[in-house]
Nanobody, 122 residues
Framework: QVQLVESGGGLVQAGGSLRLSCVASGRTERTYAMGWFRQAPGKGREFVAA??????TTYYSDSVKGRFTISRDKNTVSLQMNSLKPEDTAVYYCNADPKYFSGSYYPGGDYWGQGTQVSVSS
C-alpha cells in the first residue's frame, strides 16, 4: 500500500499563488505516475494535472493549462498554482497510479491523499 499526504493549501486573493505538495510513503519501491484532482462544492471530482514516474511528461486540464505547473522529485509531487481564480476553489487531492501514463490521459490510480483546501477570494 501507498500513503499520500498533501499540504500547502490555504486562502489567497484572485491573481495570487499557492504551491501544493504531496509526499508518498509505503511501497514506493514501485514506480508511479502521480497527479492532482480537485472537487469544488456541489461538483464532482475534476482532473487537474499529472506527471509520469521520471517527471519527463506532464499533462494538464484545459482549465489550468498555462497557470499551473506540476513537478516531482522522487516520491514528492508539487503543484505550483499561479494566477488563481475564484473558480479554482476546491479540495485538491493527490493521486498515485502504478500503471503506464502515456501523457495524454490520466484516470487516476487507487491511492489518494486526504485532500487540502484551496480557497480563492474575488
Amino acid at each position: 500500500q501507498v500513503q499520500l499526504v498533501e499540504s500547502g493549501g490555504g486562502l489567497v486573493q484572485a491573481g495570487g499563488s499557492l504551491r501544493l505538495s504531496c509526499v508518498a510513503s509505503g511501497r514506493t519501491e514501485r514506480t508511479y505516475a502521480m497527479g492532482w484532482f480537485r472537487q469544488a462544492p456541489g461538483k464532482g471530482r475534476e482532473f487537474v494535472a499529472a506527471i509520469n514516474w521520471s517527471g519527463s511528461t506532464t499533462y494538464y486540464s484545459d482549465s489550468v493549462k498555462g497557470r499551473f505547473t506540476i513537478s516531482r522529485d522522487k516520491n514528492t509531487v508539487s503543484l505550483q498554482m499561479n494566477s488563481l481564480k475564484p473558480e479554482d476553489t476546491a479540495v485538491y487531492y493527490c493521486n498515485a497510479d502504478p500503471k503506464y501514463f502515456s501523457g495524454s490521459y490520466y484516470p487516476g490510480g487507487d491511492y489518494w491523499g486526504q485532500g487540502t483546501q484551496v480557497s480563492v477570494s474575488s
